[in-house]
């Protein structure tokens, strides 16, 4: 294959997709060969190849930077930053949603308040609760009790991640507890582990162009294009569709590069540049942990941020860390409130606010994983649980899109936290000539 840059790689089978997926229909085939499953093929496998990896990679990474920092106050230190830089951008995220969503008003067009116009049928309803079921709740409690599975080994395969994060941060925590020689060994198993982790992901990524044209293609395909129905409830969602971007739009361009440009010191139009096969990939694949393995390699190897803040921060990111999600969850709550005519007060806003920080800490870093959020959020306030699903449904048509979007918001922020933290620790190597090698 002739030497094209992997975004460019990236971004030529997305354009390709779109295209492919647009001519085509759910029963096409080429050469006798069904395209809607080849396409779902290709994707799954690329999905599958990243997902195999994320147990090890995040196990190893994490003991290895716990271990790395050195002891009780490296690893204070460098937590209450990695906290602290979570909660604010996270928060700052949410209020650029308040703020947005309270001057556009989506959820009332022309005087009347939309869940009067899109009339939601039982179907909608249905489904809208069938993607909330079946998933644990995330309450407030619930985040911390995950936090200690009662198996670590049932935890990690099932994706629990906040059980698996915690307990490889014991782990690397008290390996440096130990005598000294059991120590070193115990190091270098986890450290040549996460370094054969790494050659894997480079291996995978040299798919990616193929399996996100999969995923993307068959995205494409399989909308149901004749449909007049979807078109009419997107046209009536198109202000709470512009809102929900403009509030990313502003956080991605504006919020993240200011904080990069004042507190690091970085050049946010290289970091933007370092971070773009990490972007495409999260918004192609709607998965902040499938992308993980990318965020790493793209952090160390095109940011120049060390093995010792990234194998830290970016693991601990990508499942606590949710800018563009808390922003979403944030928008859609106050959005489905207008939509069914409640007038929220100061307080109502408040909580909101509040619950969607809390919540988006324990979305899972997998597609469509906010609904359930906002289901917990919407009965806080005190809606019923009819009227939320409904409010749901609204909102589903164009949740794939929006969740594309503000993956990529999260796994950015996530990225701008390694730099700046990894700044803050002194760090020499970060993007000083754009492609620093680790
Ligand atoms: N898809 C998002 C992520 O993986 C989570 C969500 O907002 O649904 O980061």
């Given at each position: ?5 992997l ?8 354009v390709?997709a ?26 799954s ?13 995040i ?26 830089y ?7 995220a949410?209020?650029?949603g ?20 899109i ?5 909608q ?45 014991l ?10 020689a059991y ?30 044209f ?9 909308l149901d ?47 933007y540049?370092a ?22 390699e793209?952090?160390?190897k095109?940011?120049?941020?060390s093995?010792r ?6 693991p601990l ?25 409640y ?43 009819a009227?939320?699903?409904?409010g749901?449904?609204?909102v ?38 754009g492609?620093?090698?680790?």
């Open positions: 294959m002739p030497k094209i840059k975004h460019w790689q990236i971004l030529i089978a997305i390709l779109v295209f492919i997926g647009y001519l085509t229909n759910k029963e096409s085939t080429f050469l006798g060969i069904h395209l809607l499953s080849a396409f779902d093929f290709l994707g496998m690329f999905m599958n190849a990243l997902k195999m990896i994320i147990v090890p990679l196990v190893a990474s994490i003991i290895t930077g716990i271990a790395g920092i050195g002891g009780t106050q490296g690893l204070g230190r460098m937590g209450g930053k990695t906290i602290l979570y909660m604010t951008t996270s928060l700052f949410i209020l650029i308040l703020v947005v969503v309270n001057t556009i008003v989506p959820g009332v067009v022309d005087g009347e308040p939309i869940g009067e116009v009339k939601v049928s039982e179907e309803i249905a489904e809208a609760k069938n993607k909330v079921a079946g998933k644990e709740s995330s309450g407030i409690a619930d985040i911390f009790l995950r936090m200690v599975p009662t198996n670590i080994v049932k935890a990690a395969s099932e994706g629990q991640m906040l059980g698996l994060i915690f307990f490889s941060i782990f690397g925590f008290f390996i440096t507890k130990i005598p000294e120590a070193e060994s115990q190091y270098n198993f986890w450290q040549g582990t996460y370094e054969v982790m790494l050659k894997i992901t480079e291996f995978i990524i040299k798919f990616a162009p193929i399996g996100i999969g995923l993307i293609a068959s995205v494409v395909l399989g294009k004749e449909s007049d129905d979807i078109a009419k409830i997107v046209e009536a969602l198109t202000k709470f569709t512009i809102a929900v971007l403009l509030a990313l739009g502003f956080h991605l361009f504006i919020t993240m590069p200011v904080m990069l440009k004042f507190l690091a010191r970085v050049n946010p139009l290289r970091h540049k971070m773009a096969p990490a972007l495409l990939t999260s918004f192609s694949t709607a998965s902040s942990s499938a992308t993980l393995p990318l965020t790493i793209c952090v160390e095109n940011a120049g941020v093995n803040t990234s194998s830290f921060v970016l990111g990508a499942t606590i860390n949710m800018d563009g999600t808390a922003l979403y969850e944030c928008v859609v709550a106050i959005f489905i409130f207008q939509a069914f005519g007038d929220l007060t100061f307080t109502q806003q408040f909580l909101i606010v509040l619950t969607a920080l809390l919540t988006s800490v324990g979305v899972a870093g997998i597609p469509a994983a906010s609904l359930v959020a906002i289901m917990i959020i919407l009965q806080a306030v005190g809606m019923d649980e009227t939320a699903s409904a749901l449904a609204m589903i048509v164009v949740d794939r899109v929006l969740d594309m979007c503000r993956t990529a918001v999260n796994v950015f922020s996530d990225s701008c936290g390694a730099v700046i933290i990894g700044k803050s620790e002194g760090e020499q190597g970060i993007l000083v000539d492609e620093a090698s680790r």
